[in-house]
């Protein structure tokens, strides 16, 4: 059974996968990944809904990671750029030359994206630029570089605090569930996030004005 791309739009808040934060790989594209890239995309220019759920629970925190690097720590940008990159797949994607590719095409997007409203908001020029890389063989440096931006951004803060934020990003929990397993209230909870957050968005800005 096949469903419309406005269909599939609705995955992309019903998945709900729960990643762990752990470094990213770039160089993964063997046969077997790039036959699951082929298989994907030409499910899902098909209109295949399991694929398209397939695709998002593969690709989804390896692009907000990369998305909340570009956006400087700013998770609104970011998760909105995810969201639209996964909206534009289920119209657009059609076939590619392997996983490389598949992921190639996915930041591209993202990276669009979070241009537009970037500059719609008429913040900081330097991630426009950023977000316009072009897709091209030296990206997969400037990819994995980026990815490493935040795992470094996150070792350099305090454990709880790393970890609040972990459970908030990337485990998707809400305030009172943090608060539950922290035997906190939720307003204690959203000012430690707030603060751990503005944290997070300060080392990065510091990590990227160091490689840039």
């Not at 992921?103 to 330097?126: M, P, T």
Request: aromatic share 6%; with cysteine; proline share 2%.
């Amino acid at each position: 059974m096949t469903v419309a791309a406005t269909s599939m739009r609705l995955l992309v808040h019903e998945a709900t996968p729960r990643p762990i934060v752990q470094p990213s790989s770039t160089s993964t594209a063997s046969s077997d990944s790039d036959e699951v890239a082929h298989r994907l995309a030409a499910a899902i220019a098909r209109g295949d809904e399991v694929a398209f759920r397939e695709l998002y629970e593969r690709y989804h925190q390896r692009l907000f990671r990369f998305t909340l690097v570009l956006a400087r720590g700013d998770e609104s940008l970011a998760a909105d750029a995810v969201q639209a990159a996964f909206v534009t797949a289920a119209k657009k994607l059609r076939a590619v030359e392997g996983e490389g590719h598949l992921w190639n095409w996915l930041a591209r997007v993202a990276r669009q994206h979070l241009a537009k409203a970037w500059r719609q908001l008429q913040r900081d020029s330097a991630v426009v630029g950023m977000a316009n890389l072009p897709d091209c063989a030296g990206c997969v440096q400037t990819d994995s570089l980026l990815e490493e931006t935040l795992d470094a951004a996150l070792l350099a803060m305090d454990a709880d605090e790393r970890e609040l934020v972990e459970w908030f990003y990337f485990d998707q929990l809400s305030h009172k569930e943090i608060a539950e397993r922290l035997g906190a209230t939720p307003k204690s909870v959203s000012s430690r996030l707030e603060r751990a957050r503005a944290k997070l968005r300060s080392a990065i800005a510091r990590k990227l004005s160091h490689e840039t």
